[in-house]
């Protein structure tokens, strides 16, 4: 997914930005969020005892620094619109192409995907993003306690929070394999293997992340439907449950591999 910069540029981000996409359905239809790069790092675990943790997401500094509000595009009264505020608050604006809105699953990954971008973009403009190299042994340790953590909070938190939170981790994945981040690849997965111990194996977890990884020219669309798939399992919307599943058999079917 491709991030284009309406206002401001790519090589001077201002750490403040309007995200928005056009209905794939209705091109004069515009969703909007807005995203918030803190000049400031956050350690989380200060301010918010654990048992609320589901609440808020992931423990994770990183994830803190950089947000969008709300985490899925709402619809605004148009690109004007956007274009007046930016204006008056001299943000940035940043294009992320044409969803469907109803499909709230990939909204929240092409969502995540450009807050993703952006801060990554913005750290490295300010000088505020780290050496790559392998990380010292008490980072490794803190990162195996944040893990320990975290699979306290998915045990505590609903199938809908679950899904929620794997759409990030997915769009967090999608961003690494897109970067050849191997840490962040590593790092991820490991936290998506956590969610999924959470939720019932006919999710098909590991085919999603198969597909996210998958260099084949129908992974992209096979990883979102998968990602759907979940949804209307937890919904339990058995009709659109069909659907989808015709469409990976489809999409399995006519790999790469077998062209």
């Known amino acids: 997914m491709s991030v284009e910069y309406h206002r401001g540029e790519w090589a001077r981000p201002k750490g403040h930005a309007f995200i928005y996409m056009r209905?794939?359905?209705?091109?004069?239809?515009?969703?909007?969020?807005?995203?918030?790069?803190?000049?400031?790092?956050?350690?989380?675990?200060?301010?918010?005892?654990?048992?609320?943790?589901?609440?808020?997401?992931?423990?994770?500094e990183k994830d803190l620094?950089?947000?969008?509000?709300?985490?899925?595009?709402?619809?605004?009264?148009?690109?004007?619109?956007?274009?007046?505020?930016?204006?008056?608050?001299?943000?940035?604006?940043?294009?992320?192409?044409?969803?469907?809105?109803?499909?709230?699953?990939?909204?929240?990954?092409?969502?995540?995907?450009?807050v993703q971008s952006y801060s990554e973009q913005y750290a490295q403009i300010t000088g505020s993003s780290t050496e790559g190299?392998?990380?010292?042994?008490?980072?490794?340790?803190?990162?195996?306690?944040?893990?320990?953590v975290s699979d306290v909070i998915y045990g505590l938190m609903s199938d809908s929070d679950k899904l929620s939170e794997l759409s990030k981790?997915?769009?967090?994945?999608?961003?690494?394999?897109?970067?050849?981040?191997?840490?962040?690849?590593?790092?991820?997965?490991?936290?998506?293997?956590l969610v999924a111990n959470h939720l019932p194996q006919s999710h098909n977890i590991p085919q999603l992340v198969e597909a996210v990884k998958s260099n084949d020219?129908?992974?992209?669309?096979?990883?979102?439907?998968?990602?759907?798939?979940?949804?209307?399992?937890?919904?339990?919307?058995y009709a659109k449950l069909t659907a989808i599943e015709g469409r990976i058999k489809e999409l399995e079917g006519g790999s790469v591999k077998d062209e």
């Open 169 to 193: 981790l997915i769009g967090r994945l999608r961003f690494a394999v897109d970067g050849s981040d191997d840490r962040l690849i590593t790092e991820t997965e490991s936290e998506i293997t």
């Open 23 to 60: 209905n794939s359905l209705d091109h004069n239809e515009v969703w909007a969020t807005y995203v918030v790069v803190l000049p400031i790092t956050v350690d989380l675990s200060k301010y918010v005892p654990p048992f609320l943790m589901n609440q808020i997401g992931e423990m994770d």
């Open 133 to 148: 190299g392998e990380a010292p042994i008490i980072e490794q340790e803190e990162e195996a306690e944040g893990l320990a």
């Open 65 to 114: 620094s950089a947000f969008a509000f709300p985490p899925a595009p709402e619809q605004v009264s148009g690109y004007d619109a956007i274009e007046r505020m930016a204006e008056m608050r001299d943000d940035d604006i940043l294009f992320i192409g044409t969803q469907n809105p109803s499909d709230v699953a990939g909204a929240l990954g092409r969502v995540s995907e450009a």
């Open 217 to 237: 020219s129908r992974s992209a669309e096979l990883a979102d439907v998968y990602l759907q798939r979940s949804y209307h399992l937890v919904h339990e919307d």
